[in-house]
């Protein structure tokens, strides 16, 4: 059965530590199927035009420097109310806010070295699984 879809993306904090496999298990135990994955190393233009959104708030160069630190691993997740559900699944910002159990309360080092990165809406989520994978490159099934 299918759901909807949701962009995530192991940060490189998260990745570097080698908490990828640790992640992907939490998020298929709340039921999400992986549709896409790919680790690669962002590029300062890559992390701009993805962040572009923050753009003008005081964290964006930290933000950028930070998602071009190292690998980090996007991918593209499915399961009814994927967007809601990831968020939730995810946790508050700051670690030190989040609720026991989720993958930031369990894997962020810091507000800003936060684990993961979730898509905020439907919308989004679409705009931002594309800018990381072509549609024939997620599987539909």
Do not use: W
């Amino acid at each position: 059965m299918a759901g909807s879809r949701t962009l995530t993306i192991i940060k490189p904090d998260a990745f570097g530590a080698g908490k990828a496999g640790l992640i992907l298990a939490l998020l298929e135990q709340h039921g999400f199927t992986i549709k896409a994955a790919r680790v690669l190393h962002l590029t300062s233009a890559q992390a701009g035009a993805f962040y572009a959104v923050h753009k003008a708030r005081p964290f964006f160069g930290e933000l950028v420097e930070f998602m071009t630190s190292g690998p980090c691993m996007p991918l593209v997740l499915e399961r009814a109310d994927a967007v809601a559900t990831l968020r939730t699944v995810i946790g508050a910002t700051d670690p030190a806010e989040a609720a026991e159990g989720t993958v930031r309360k369990l894997y962020a080092e810091s507000k800003g070295r936060n684990a993961i990165h979730a898509s905020d809406s439907d919308e989004n989520a679409a705009v931002e699984a594309a800018f990381f994978f072509p549609e024939c490159d997620i599987v539909s099934r």
